[in-house]
């Protein structure tokens, strides 16, 4: 597998995302997603596999386009979903979500901004470990879900124990970091790194708009 920088990887996702967005499909446009694919060459099988899960709601929108605009605009936008979704599971199928904090830290964004983030992702993970843990205790205990009231009361307190459980997470992470000086910003030990692979993926987007703006 090829390694391609967050910092590149971020930036690449959004300019391509624009400019897909606001373009007619074209073969040219597949390449940076034919390359992002080499990159990824080994986890190629799980990228589409949860591509093919997500169109499983595309197509829903593909169905409703269709019975308020042409077939040839819908699918237009259907196959631009597609592409701008395939290509952002590649580029960020290994990542674990700081990716992007380091990302936006090289980029020179605020530093409440990156700090802000840097929480959210910390809470998404602290919570979604507890949800974990706690759907293994009902399995354990031979828990099935199913229609019943029973059932409904049971998530019910699993969704409150979740939001009392967030509200304390939240505020020990405050406290924690107010013990340690923190004052808005935080500090990562990393310096962007540019190799050969993000020069390509770089020069692939570019030529993307070198050729809208000729046309």
């Known amino acids: 597998m090829i390694f391609l920088s967050p910092t590149i990887s971020f930036v690449s996702a959004i300019f391509y995302s624009i400019f897909i967005s606001f373009s007619n499909v074209e073969l040219l446009y597949v390449l940076p997603i034919l390359y992002v694919l080499f990159c990824e060459y080994k986890n190629i099988f799980q990228v589409f596999k949860r591509l093919i899960f997500l169109n ?57 901004v990156v700090s802000s983030i840097y929480f959210t992702l910390k809470m998404i993970q602290i919570l979604s470990d507890e949800l974990k843990s706690i759907r293994m205790t009902l399995r354990a205990r031979g828990f099935r879900a199913n229609s019943s009231l029973f059932t409904y009361e049971i998530y019910g307190n699993l969704f409150g124990h979740i939001f009392v459980k967030s509200i304390k997470k939240a ?45």
């Open 56 to 112: 499983l709601f595309i197509l829903m929108i593909f169905i409703v386009l269709l019975l308020q605009t042409t077939f040839e605009e819908a699918l237009n936008i259907y196959l631009r979903t597609n592409m701008i979704i395939l290509f952002n599971l590649t580029v960020f199928y290994r990542s674990s979500g700081y990716d992007i904090v380091r990302a936006l830290n090289d980029l020179k964004f605020p530093n409440k």
């Open 171 to 215: 505020q020990a992470l405050e406290e924690s970091f107010k013990l340690r000086g923190f004052h808005g910003r935080i500090y990562l030990i990393n310096q962007i790194k540019i190799s050969y692979f993000d020069l390509i993926l770089l020069f692939l987007i570019s030529m993307l708009y070198v050729k809208g703006f000729v046309v």
